[in-house]
């Protein structure tokens, strides 16, 4: 069993900047393909970035890439999200995720999420 924390969220002006912390417990944290998803008011959840288990293999939604960076440091049982260039349209839940799977995956089928942190951008 995986407990997923997450911390960091805020509010922040367009163009700012925040960064985004899960903390792991339980589990082998490195067999765990890791990611981020967000929800916005009356949106359904949808996929931000997702980090393989050791291999430094990421992926990005089209929306956030460029902006965004997933990282993870399996020593310290963390994964990271810096979010740069932000917008109003990045305001969301954001959640961290674990998953089974052995390489990453963007729907949202992931076996532990945390409780997720509230991220504000104002225009």
């Known amino acids: 069993q995986v407990q997923l924390v997450e911390s960091g969220g805020g509010l922040v002006q367009a163009g700012g900047s925040l960064g985004l912390s899960c903390a792991a417990s339980?589990?082998?944290?490195?067999?765990?393909?890791v990611g981020w998803f967000r929800q916005a008011p009356g949106k359904q959840r949808e996929f931000v970035a997702a980090a393989s288990r050791s291999d430094g293999v990421t992926d990005y939604a089209a929306s956030v890439k460029g902006r965004f960076t997933i990282s993870r440091d399996n020593a310290k049982k963390r994964v990271y999200l810096q979010m740069n260039n932000l917008k109003p349209e990045d305001t969301a839940v954001y959640y961290c995720?674990?998953?089974?799977?052995?390489?990453?995956?963007?729907?949202?089928?992931?076996?532990?999420w945390g409780q997720g942190t509230q991220v504000t951008v104002s225009s």
């Open positions: 339980g589990g082998t944290f490195s067999s765990y393909v």
């Open positions: 995720a674990a998953t089974f799977a052995r390489t990453i995956i963007v729907s949202d089928d992931y076996n532990y």
